[in-house]
């Protein structure tokens, strides 16, 4: 099965696919994709929110498959107000780029005294076609909890700014200094069974149809 993934991120594509390739899912994103591209204005209040209003502008503009995705970053140390929540790359109004969000996010942790807890919240929203459509913002889809320094590891993965600064909380290492881990390692098996669960729907409504 071809289904569109609702983003341009390189990075966040490749893990996608990596993460699904087992399940014989072909995942293309909006790169791949002849037209022009819906400009999708996220107001939702929520990741699974956003991930909706993203996957069913992208359907209506293509016509197929597809799914979005959104997190939403939240700090144990943080009061309400001061949570990134779904606004990670948005400060006071303005879309940062990868140097300026690793420059924002340490700073933040050096008022903690140098590092703070985190996890990413993650929502995921599948529309099939015009009548059947799939979500979950499941805990089996949101990160390990780790630990964000103040201090920026040397390597960086466009893309993935935050990577940088994420710390392992069993390892106390960078996740950059694990072999095969990282802070979004621990999302892999809950979208490998969301989307276990998909197909299976999927078949099982098609042989009630009829359909082989």
Known sequence: MKILYGTTNKAKLQAMRNAVELLGIDIIGLDDIEGEIPKVKECGKTPLENAEIKAKAYYEAFKMPVFSCDSGLYFDE?????????YVRRVNGRELSDDEMIEYYSSLARRYGGKITGQYWNAIYFVLDENHSYSSMDKSIATE???????????????????????????????????????SSSVDDGVIAFFKEVLSQICAENTVDGHV
């Not at 943080?78 to 929540?85: C, I, K």
């Not at 320094?149 to 694990?178: C, Q, T, W």
């Open 78 to 86: 943080l009061e309400d107000e001061e949570q990134p929540g779904i």
């Open 145 to 183: 909890p780790f630990i964000l320094s103040a201090v920026p590891h040397p390597k960086r993965v466009e893309g993935f700014p935050l990577d940088s600064l994420s710390i392992d909380i069993s390892e106390g290492e960078y996740y950059y200094n694990l072999d095969l881990k990282d802070v």
